[in-house]
Antibody, heavy 116, light 110 residues
Framework: QVQLQQWGAGLVKPSETLSLTCAVYGDSFTGYYWSWVRQPPGEGLEWIGEINHSESSNYNPSLKSRVILSVDTSKNQFSLRLNSVTAADTAMYFC??????????WGQGTLVTVSS | EIVLTQSPGTLSLSPGERATLSCRASQSLSSTYLAWYQQTPGQSPRLLIYGVSSRATGIPDRFSGSGSGTDFTLTISRLEPEDFAVYYCQHYDSSPPLYTFGQGTKLEIK
């Protein structure tokens, strides 16, 4: 069974960069795609992008210009950087793992607030 | 881009009743990449159904999924108190790769 543990800054200033990392425990890091999903307060889920162990990545077109995903296979970790944040980027951010186009595993979530 | 529309927005039922949640796609889905998730307040989503109708590990058999084309349904045959939550459908399109979620249905106690 896979467990995901995520961390990162909970408060980011406008125009700066949001940065989160997720560690994968318990199963093969290479067997899945790893994603980030966000949820603004009181709203629904939005997929940000995915990456695998060989750094093959896909992004939501709505965020692609501002997102960088990366992996560290030596630590079984993957990371999200979202540039030029605004208040609209305030959300709970989840790391996740999927196989067969289905999100099977979820991190605990990190609330990121964009505010000066 | 495929848009998933869930209905109703809120469903008010009592424990023991049957719940039927709808997810409609803006165009016919050519694949079976349709999943359902449950989210309770303050928690991460949990996978219930994948591939339209397959239950995830550990999911009770009162949960079932069905549908094809543009219309998909999550049915909870007999509601338990822990089933009152928000439910999301999700589709994966491979060209280009994109995961899309519906806006959610809130299932509340009547």
């Amino acid at each position: 069974q896979v467990q995901l543990q995520q961390w990162g800054a909970g408060l980011v200033k406008p125009s700066e960069t949001l940065s989160l990392t997720c560690a994968v425990y318990g199963d093969s890091f290479t067997g899945y795609y790893w994603s980030w999903v966000r949820q603004p307060p009181g709203e629904g889920l939005e997929w940000i992008g995915e990456i695998n162990h060989s750094e093959s990545s896909n992004y939501n077109p709505s965020l692609k210009s501002r997102v960088i995903l990366s992996v560290d296979t030596s630590k079984n970790q993957f990371s999200l950087r979202l540039n030029s944040v605004t208040a609209a980027d305030t959300a709970m951010y989840f790391c996740a793992g999927q196989v067969d186009a289905t999100v099977r595993f979820w991190g605990q979530g990190t609330l990121v607030t964009v505010s000066s | 881009e495929i848009v998933l529309t869930q209905s109703p927005g809120t469903l008010s039922l009592s424990p023991g009743e049957r719940a039927t949640l709808s997810c409609r796609a803006s165009q016919s889905l050519s694949s079976t990449y349709l999943a359902w998730y449950q989210q309770t307040p303050g928690q991460s989503p949990r996978l219930l159904i994948y591939g339209v109708s397959s239950r995830a590990t550990g999911i009770p058999d009162r949960f079932s999924g069905s549908g094809s084309g543009t219309d998909f349904t999550l049915t909870i045959s007999r509601l338990e108190p822990e089933d009152f939550a928000v439910y999301y459908c999700q589709h994966y399109d491979s060209s280009p790769p994109l995961y899309t979620f519906g806006q959610g249905t809130k299932l509340e106690i009547k």
